[in-house]
């Protein structure tokens, strides 16, 4: 064997230009592959480090009308008859839920308006009116002043917590702690200025992963509020939301929907577009990931036609090479060579014009999937088994096309070799 691969060797390399240009089919399908897989496992890669840079593993679970992606803001919907106030019973059964960590309960306004801190405004805010979980679970720490504390929530204290945002745009270069700002005509002292714990930001790279991360949140920043407290501003009571923490990321696609079951369980509505509905990024990044294989499989059947195409020139060059040592192959015959020596030294030598294709194509792939990360802005991630399964295919492909050639060169009759010029 080893005698073969030399002779193999031997054989290209006394013919440089023909053995490249019939590598080149093989060199172009193999490069185009790598680089597609791995375009398109760096974005898949990026979609899920988005969700895991994230930290949280929350899951938003909304009191939607007619889908998951229109939850239901009291700005300007009508409070619904038959919604229930969500009880610490109603959380123990969510925290039995397989995977939950831990559930809360808030409600919220997006783009509020009437917030002011003297003549600033504070326009296109959000507030929320939460528990003593949200932010824990939400994965929100405060990083100067205090949390709500017990007696905020019994008192109905007019307290108030800002998010980085919202404080830098009320008070600039101020501290925010002590100072009264209004929401509504209500004044509310600022106890703590919270931030998410991660400061990781999402990698974007479309519009919709910008949508799939972000949402559409423009806004300014976040007010967040005792829950008790809540009706103080907007007169009465709002049906609540759910946020739930998953165990890990994997989790986050199971709990969303038996935690949405058990929150329908308790409505009393006759409208039945009116549900909870869990609605979490990880399911929609899997799902952008499985539109991503499935383009990616389609671009692959395309670039095996460039090994296709290889593979018949491999096939046409070694019956050129058979028809050219005619004359070897009747003197080895003569000498007592057999069919199958004859028939492995060929193929050995298609497999090696082709593996060797493979691993220059592997090559060529990687700097073409560097050169289109940094061309789209796109991330790679370059597969290993992608580049083993794309070197063994391109031998297998030697083996397949070489054959026939083989076939032919070990059936020829040993004097009609020799007598060939």
Not at 211 to 236: A, H, L, R
Not at 306 to 330: A, F, Q, Y
Not at 338 to 366: C, D, H, N, P, Y
Request: proline residues 3%.
């Amino acid at each position: 064997m080893l005698e073969n691969i030399r002779l193999s060797f031997q054989g290209i390399w006394s013919h440089k230009m023909r053995s490249f240009l019939t590598m080149l089919g093989i060199i172009i399908g193999i490069a185009s592959i790598i680089a597609i897989v791995s375009t398109i496992q760096g974005t898949n890669e990026q979609l899920m480090q988005n969700v895991v840079g994230s930290g949280t593993n929350a899951v938003d679970i909304n009191l939607s009308q007619g889908s998951a992606d229109n939850p239901l803001d009291f700005s300007w919907n009508s409070v619904p008859y038959g919604i229930p106030v969500l009880t610490e019973n109603i959380r123990e059964e969510l925290l039995n839920v397989d995977g939950v960590e831990d559930a809360t309960f808030y409600v919220s306004r997006t783009y509020a308006d009437g917030i002011y801190y003297l003549n600033q405004s504070l326009q296109g805010a959000d507030i929320y009116g939460i528990d003593n979980r949200y932010f824990n679970v939400n994965g929100y720490v405060v990083r100067t002043g205090r949390e709500f504390i017990d007696s905020d929530y019994k008192n109905f204290h007019k307290v108030a917590i800002l998010d980085q945002d919202a404080a830098s745009t009320l008070f600039q270069e101020e501290s925010a702690l002590g100072k009264t700002i209004e929401i509504s005509g209500e004044p509310f002292t600022v106890v703590g200025v919270a931030q998410l714990q991660s400061e990781f930001e999402p990698v974007i790279n479309s519009i919709d992963e910008y949508y799939t991360y972000m949402g559409d949140d423009s806004s300014t920043g976040k007010v967040f509020i005792p829950y008790e407290s809540w009706p103080i501003i907007y007169q009465y009571d709002e049906p609540q939301n759910v946020s739930v923490r998953a165990a890990d990321v994997k989790a986050m696609t199971t709990v969303g929907k038996p935690c949405a079951e058990i929150l329908n369980g308790y409505l009393n509505t006759s409208s039945s577009e009116i549900k909870y509905r869990a609605k979490n990024t990880l399911e929609n990044v899997e799902k952008q990931q499985q539109i991503n294989q499935s383009t990616n499989q389609q671009l692959i059947w395309i670039a095996s036609i460039s090994l296709l195409v290889g593979g018949i020139g491999v096939m046409n060059i070694m019956l050129v090479s058979v028809t050219e040592r005619t004359s070897e192959i009747g003197l080895k015959k003569a000498i007592g060579a057999r069919k199958r020596v004859i028939l492995t030294q060929f193929l050995t030598e298609a497999a090696v014009l082709t593996s060797m294709g493979g691993i220059i194509g592997v090559v060529a792939g990687i700097a073409m999937a560097q050169a289109i990360s940094k061309i789209a802005q796109v991330p790679v991630g370059i597969s290993i088994p992608a580049i083993i399964g794309s070197v063994i295919f391109s031998t297998v492909i030697g083996v397949i096309f070489g054959f026939v050639p083989s076939i032919k060169a070990s059936n020829l009759n040993p004097i009609d070799a020799l007598r060939h010029e």
